[in-house]
């Protein structure tokens, strides 16, 4: 019988066992990293994680591409499922340059899976570091506070990138210097941003403990006359025709105050 004439059911006689295997192996793993993919959206969305997030710029560029956080990490383990089961069934078909593969991609594919998992909360853990960190400095009106929020968020992705980094294979030493590099920045840039809060919080512990003045009292204080409205440890409220003042402490106990009585 020639080539021509094999019959269809002949033709699938003859493939090889290891072949239909592999096919079953990927039919599987499709239906799985389905499944994963959904299994992990609930999950996430019961635990809360899309009202957490919820306003972060992260979560916010997502949307604008028609998606999700949540999708996105469930996506994620979906083709991580899925790339797993691609080198499964070839290593089932016996694909003979599968070795040389399997020791490369194949052992790096999960690192390189965590660290993009890694990366992503990072992100996303930043945004929401920086919200909070912003939120509760939204009653202090000092301009060396502003930069705070954005410092938080970015220290936290930082943090995440050499983390992520580490699982991809870069040199811990690599890591290590980068780090204490970033360490000494911020503190050298939290140094120089925040000498005037630091010498405000100091001139406002004094202000507190002494009380040289108080709520309702007229002083007048670096330029400014009018009725204290309050005292907290930055900075002090004076009002005056119907404008509120906002003087730092360390104005206050570097030039002096004067308590007008009468």
Excluded: C
């Amino acid at each position: 019988m020639s080539a021509a004439q094999i019959t269809v059911p002949e033709f699938l006689a003859n493939v090889p066992y290891r072949i239909w295997l592999a096919l079953g192996v990927l039919l599987f793993g499709l239906l799985l990293a389905y499944l994963t993919g959904v299994i992990n959206r609930r999950l996430l969305r019961r635990a809360g994680v899309p009202e957490v997030i919820e306003g972060t710029a992260f979560e916010r560029t997502a949307r604008e591409f028609d998606t999700s956080t949540v999708r996105i990490l469930a996506r994620l383990s979906s083709y991580f499922i899925l790339a797993v089961t691609v080198i499964v069934a070839l290593t089932v078909a016996d694909v003979n340059y599968l070795e040389q593969f399997w020791s490369g991609v194949a052992a790096f594919l999960p690192r390189l899976f965590v660290a993009v998992v890694v990366f992503i909360v990072g992100i996303v853990v930043g945004d929401k570091a920086e919200l909070l960190v912003a939120e509760r400095l939204r009653g202090i009106k000092l301009p060396e506070l502003g930069v705070l929020p954005t410092l938080v968020k970015y220290s936290v992705v930082y943090v995440a990138a050499l983390i992520a980094l580490g699982q991809v294979g870069v040199q811990t030493l690599a890591l290590i210097v980068l780090l204490a590099a970033y360490a000494f920045a911020l503190v050298l840039f939290a140094a120089l941003a925040t000498k005037d809060l630091v010498a405000s919080a100091a001139a406002g512990v004094f202000l507190l403990l002494r009380q040289p003045y108080g709520i309702g009292d007229e002083v007048r204080v670096a330029g400014e006359r009018g009725i204290v409205q309050e005292v907290d440890l930055f900075v002090t409220h004076i009002e005056t025709d119907g404008e509120e003042h906002v003087v730092p402490n360390h104005a206050v106990f570097r030039e002096g105050i004067v308590l007008i009585r009468g």
